[in-house]
Structure formats: C-alpha cells, structure tokens
C-alpha cells in the first residue's frame, strides 16, 4: 500500500475537500493506485479531445479492457460505481485548471 502523497502531489492534496467525496475514498485510493493512474491516463487522453466528457464512460472502458484480459473467468479488478465520483473530483483537482468543465461535478 502507497501513501496518496506517494501518487497525488501534497499541493493537490492539500486543495482538497475531503467532505464531498465518498465515504472511505481516500482509504481506498490507497489501495486502488493502479485504477487511479489508468483513470486519469485515459481521462487525459479524451481532454486532448473534448472539452466535456463522463467519469463513467471512462469507468465502463475501463471494465471493459478488464473484462477482456481476464486471467481464469476473474476480471484484474472490480471496480464499484461509489468511487466513480471522487476519481472524477480528484482529477479535477489535480488538472481541473486545464479543463475547467471535462467532468460535471454536481454539488
């Protein structure tokens, strides 16, 4: 297990609220580091795109590149829609200031 400020620069982290994310986030981010880079990589890659796109669109490929490389009938992961928004607020946070709308964070 890394510790966040290991992933997540402590200037982001530190601009962070964590009350509106889901609860237990942060302890999962912890473990889950290999889901955050593969969000935010392909979230980065659709930016260069669009100005506008969905988290769970990017969730839903990325179960679907999981469910393709299966080992034995078991997906490489599971990943639970809960967590779906606080990816999305954690990459704004991090690169919300290049793409000032690319998800629609509701209040």
Do not use: C
């Not at 890659?45 to 179960?63: G, H, L, N, Q």
């Not at 779906?84 to 990459?91: Q, S, V, Y």
């Amino acid at each position: 297990m890394k510790r966040i400020s290991e992933f997540i620069s402590t200037d982001v982290l530190n601009r962070l609220n964590p009350d509106v994310y889901p609860e237990g986030f942060f302890h999962w981010l912890q473990f889950n580091e290999h889901i955050w880079l593969q969000f935010e990589r392909h979230a980065l890659t659709m930016a260069a795109k669009r100005d506008r796109y969905s988290a769970r669109t990017i969730i839903e490929v990325m179960r679907w590149n999981s469910d393709l490389r299966e080992q034995q009938g078991k997906p490489l992961f599971k990943l639970s829609n809960n967590m779906t928004p606080g990816l999305a607020r954690l990459w704004m946070a991090k690169h919300g200031n290049r793409n000032l709308k690319f998800f629609q964070i509701n209040q």
